[in-house]
């Protein structure tokens, strides 16, 4: 069981977790090794992406909406009017589905995500989850930048399979063009998380620089899962961009986006770090305030 904290409702409540036995199965048994190296494969991502992108897989789009009580009057489309699984799953949502602070000293959530979030952080030792660690210069292969980091805040956004999986800029600014790195797929869930060292570090990942007006140089750092066979860009790179503008969205599955601050740029809620500590995940939505300027 896993459970995250619910700041709306202010109270712990158990995650829905898609093929939750499953993963027990594929991450806690030593007998499914054989089959975790297939499952963590890119053809196994790929095939079933494709899979998602058919005209047949539309007829899993009503029992996934039921069994899991999605809210469909926050979707733009109705979902009839879906061609795919896959063009649910990256459904876009009315605009007042996720109202966002506009003020300049708000830092606000890239995307719907389960967040973990530490400051003053060491880039030799960033957390993956508690006990676990990698260095940042090994997740975005690259040392020089990784050490403007040191003392930083890092970000852990981690999308249910659930969530809406489009994820945003949190602040006016100019994107970088974003460098991908090849890697495995294994799932970001927790469960494997405890089970895989560096699990980060080897799975598919993007990484984006971005200057932003108000907290400095930022880091986004979109990490692939199983069954996430793209991770799909949608800005302009070099084109400025407005708080909380499209930059890009996850096809089928769970997956992680990471985002690190430089020191004294951004000062995380409280509640936040402090749960962090105990490594519990806070539920967050894109738009909510999740921090404030640091000066």
């Excluded at 060292?197 to 200057?211: G, H, I, Q, S």
Aim: proline share 5%.
């Amino acid at each position: 069981m896993i459970e995250v904290y619910d700041r709306k409702e202010n109270r712990m409540k158990e995650e829905q977790v898609v093929g939750g036995s499953l993963l027990k199965l594929l991450y806690e048994k030593p007998y499914s090794k054989p089959f975790l190296y297939f499952v963590k494969r890119k053809f196994f991502s790929d095939l079933y992406g494709r899979l998602m992108d058919t005209p047949w897989s539309k007829r899993l789009i009503k029992g996934f909406i039921k069994d899991h009580g999605l809210n469909m009057e926050e979707s733009l489309k109705a979902e009839e009017d879906f061609a795919t699984f896959n063009d649910f799953f990256t459904r876009k949502l009315k605009p007042e589905a996720r109202p966002f602070d506009a003020k300049d000293e708000i830092f606000i959530s890239p995307c719907d995500a389960r967040m973990l979030a530490f400051q003053d952080i060491h880039v030799e030792e960033v957390i993956q989850v508690k006990g676990l660690t990698y260095a940042l210069k090994d997740l975005i292969q690259d040392e020089s930048l990784a050490e403007k980091y040191e003392g930083g805040t890092v970000m852990i956004f981690r999308l249910n399979p659930l969530d809406y999986h489009r994820f945003h800029f949190p602040d006016d600014g100019v994107p970088h063009p974003t460098h991908t790195m090849d890697g495995l797929y294994y799932s970001v869930n927790p469960v494997a998380l405890k089970s895989i060292p560096r699990l980060y570090v080897e799975n598919k990942r993007a990484v984006t620089k971005f200057d932003s007006r108000n907290f400095g140089p930022l880091l986004f750092v979109e990490v692939g899962a199983t069954n996430v066979g793209t991770i799909i860009q949608t800005h302009k790179d070099c084109t400025p961009v407005k708080r909380g503008s499209e930059k890009g969205y996850f096809r089928f599955g769970g997956s992680t986006l990471i985002l690190f601050a430089e020191k004294d740029r951004v000062r995380m809620d409280e509640d936040l770090l402090l749960r962090s500590q105990d490594g519990i995940e806070t539920r967050v939505l894109f738009g909510e305030s999740i921090g404030r300027a640091a000066n």
